[in-house]
């Protein structure tokens, strides 16, 4: 099994609505803001290279909302997805399988592309996952969550015949050395990809704990549907992490990709950091 970073670029959201009930004189040193009160975020996206599958988990935002859209969000940065797939050796066409933790624009915006007056699939050949439980809240979602959501993302996936539910248990294998968590505090049924490499378990933390900021406790996202939900899920989940020596993998950090946890007398902490490219040498293979 290969791992590779792709980087679908940075964009902005409001440091208030990312730190929820924390005050601003905290997190601004976490996260600083900018003169409008907003914090600059990666899309940080993962490429499984395993056996005949490549297995890209999430995809950003894409290029083809309007500029009234993106001035909302300011996508920065040179990065792309197809630059970042390029840099490894590879092309939209070599995606076998496209992991959507979940629906939300700035992790699964880049699945559709615009081909002249249509949406076409980004990835021809590729199968798009997701649950049927999220699925089906995407496809009716209530008012708060609404903005999230964009038809012109979700619709063309079912369109083109490429759509696939997945329905493993939360913590079995969907393919070897790939389990799935599955989480319902930040939305209904987010998956969380756990990747055994080398032996080590590697965790994508999706928007469970978009940046190293958000390991405290108190620090979950306004944006959550059931806060209340995230606070188990990330006591049980960074619980586990801490004890059998996870490595973390995040979507959102402006800039750490990957981090270690230890346990302190205030709680879960961060332990290392590390960039994915030095995993193989601090987990090589057990002989
Ligand atoms: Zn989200």
Known sequence: MR???????????????????????????????????MCSWAMRCLLVE????????????GTKQDDKFFGYYHPHGDDTVEKSLAAHGFTTDDITDVFLTHLHFDHCGGSIKREGDKLVP????????????????????????KASFLKENI?????????????VADGEKWLPDFRVR??????DSM??????????????????????????MPWVMAYDM????????????LTQAAEENWVLFFEHDPKVECCTLQKTDRGIRMKETFPLSELEARYPVKE
């Open 3 to 37: 791992l590779y970073t792709i980087n679908a670029g940075h964009f902005k959201l409001d440091g208030g609505a990312m730190h929820g009930v924390v005050p601003k004189s905290m997190w601004n040193k976490a996260n600083p803001a900018d003169e409008n009160n």
């Open 50 to 61: 395993h056996g005949n599958y490549k297995i890209l988990i999430d995809n950003g935002m």
């Open 122 to 145: 980004a990835f021809a050949k590729a199968q798009y996952w997701t649950t049927e439980k999220h699925w089906q809240s995407a496809m009716n979602p209530n008012e708060r969550e």
């Open 155 to 167: 619709e063309p996936m079912q369109e083109s015949g490429q759509l696939r539910f997945i329905d």
């Open 182 to 187: 599955y989480v319902n505090g930040h939305t």
């Open 191 to 216: 998956m969380l990809p756990q990747i055994t490499f080398n032996g080590t378990t590697i965790l994508f933390c999706a928007d469970l704990v978009p940046s190293v900021a958000h390991i405290s």
């Open 226 to 237: 059931r806060p209340l939900d995230t606070l188990k899920e990330k006591a049980q989940i």
